[in-house]
């Protein structure tokens, strides 16, 4: 991870979740606390199902205090705001253009 430039934990199982599956990882010693990624250095970009499933992932990693940076969208998938391309980044206020037309009003 110290060479990456974000971290996409993935949030989904078979791909046809309507929602994301925040369920922690198990590791040889236990669960993996989502808190453990606090102050990690890398851009947090949870790979999702459909982009239905930004605004769910910026509320719960929220609350374990995390900021979500972006996100992969895991296949084709439609565009159900109605934006395109890096527009939908923004259509959920993650990206640096959303950031500065915020700012603007």
Not at 36 to 41: E, G, L, S, T, V
Request: hydrophobic share 30%; glycine share 12%; charged share 25%.
């Amino acid at each position: 991870m110290a060479l990456g430039r974000y971290f996409s934990p993935q949030l989904y199982t078979q791909g046809s979740e309507s929602t994301p599956d925040f369920t922690e990882a198990t590791g040889t010693s236990g669960a993996v606390e989502w808190s453990r990624y606090k102050n990690a250095k890398f851009k947090f970009e949870p790979s999702i199902v459909s982009e239905l499933g930004v605004d769910d992932c910026k509320s719960y990693f929220s609350g374990q205090g995390l900021h979500v940076d972006g996100f992969v969208l895991w296949g084709q998938v439609p565009d159900v705001s109605g934006e395109s391309g890096a527009d939908m980044c923004v259509a959920h206020g993650i990206c640096d253009k959303g950031k500065a037309k915020a700012k603007a009003k």
